[in-house]
């Protein structure tokens, strides 16, 4: 095979385990079953026992190996304003082209979505317009969508966004003015991918944007505010920790963090959220929106 790609060719036991998972659930949805059957050669290739054994094999071999994951470095608020301070001023710089303006609003609002989420990085992604309902009393919006590691089981991951007094992060304004941008130059969102890719013809795509692109576009931001950003090599996955971290500086209880970002033990983590949790005024949600710009700098 060709190795002269820039495909990662070694991966921790739980990202390839998850990227299994994920590729096992879309090979579900489009009709191939969650089972392989190797005397007729039909089912769901993913699901086959030979990488169930691989997997197995390579989590042994990590852990007598004691490979230790590096965590992604948060990405903390003051990291998140700056960013935003940097797409909103671009996005008014391309007011009067309409791809660059899609892809500036686009980012914007994804990496506020994905801050404000606490997670899940590749189920942001692949958030549907049809996933996302405004509340009532226009104080935010509800995600009800599937986590990707619990599509075999059908749990529904259910959190909600809420309005912040810091226009600057709110995320519900962020997805707003994403919206609004869309509509203005005759982007339909609805009821597909919320975040989508342009193409090499320069047109946007109906397909999820991509992890790797998202990297890309948050590298390309990095690079521009090189020395004023709290860590040297963020990733997407810092917003879930970076999330985390704030909550935690603001003395927010522990398992409401750990409910709001989805670290829970295997016996839980697929469990709902309950719905009278994430609207709740003084939960998680609310208070992640309205938390200061101080939070977390040194």
């Known amino acids: 095979p060709d190795l002269s790609c820039a495909c990662p060719k070694r991966l921790a036991f739980g990202t390839g385990d998850s990227m299994i998972g994920r590729l096992r659930a879309i090979l579900a949805d489009n009709g191939k079953g969650s089972e392989w059957h190797p005397m007729l050669g039909v089912g769901n290739p993913a699901a086959c026992w030979s990488v169930k054994t691989y997997l197995a094999n390579v ?3 990590q852990l007598k190996a004691r490979v230790t994951p590096h965590q992604a470095e948060p990405i903390l608020v003051g990291d998140l304003a700056l960013i935003s301070n940097h797409t909103e001023h671009m996005l008014l ?3 009067n082209s309409a791809i660059p303006i899609f892809v500036q609003a686009r980012d914007q609002a994804l990496f506020k979505a994905l801050f404000f989420a606490g997670d899940r ?5 692949l958030t549907k317009v049809s996933d996302i309902l405004r509340l009532t009393d226009n104080s935010g919006f509800l995600f009800n ?6 599509l075999r089981s059908g749990d529904a991951d259910v959190f909600a966004f809420k309005r912040g007094s810091n226009k600057t992060l709110c995320p519900v304004r962020g997805l707003e003015v994403y919206v609004s941008v869309c509509k203005s130059i005759g982007i339909k969102l609805a009821p597909g991918f919320l975040f989508r890719p342009v193409t090499k013809s320069n047109t946007v795509s109906s397909q999820s944007l991509g992890s790797s692109a998202a990297q890309a576009r948050l590298s390309f931001y ?3 505010l090189k020395g004023q950003l709290s860590g040297e090599h963020l990733t ?5 920790s970076g999330a985390a971290v704030s909550l935690a500086l603001e003395g927010v209880n522990l398992h409401e963090i750990m409910d709001h970002v989805g670290w829970k ?4 983590a697929l469990h709902y959220i309950e719905l009278r949790q994430v609207v709740n005024p003084v939960g998680a949600a609310a208070r992640l929106a309205n938390l200061p710009l101080a939070t977390g700098e040194s």
């Open 236 to 240: 997407i996955h810092g917003f879930r």
């Open 145 to 150: 969508h599937n986590w990707t590691k619990s």
């Open 59 to 61: 989590r042994e071999e």
């Open 222 to 224: 990095t690079s521009s």
């Open 265 to 268: 033990s295997s016996k839980t």
């Open 121 to 125: 990085g590749v189920d942001s992604l």
């Open 93 to 95: 710089q391309k007011a």
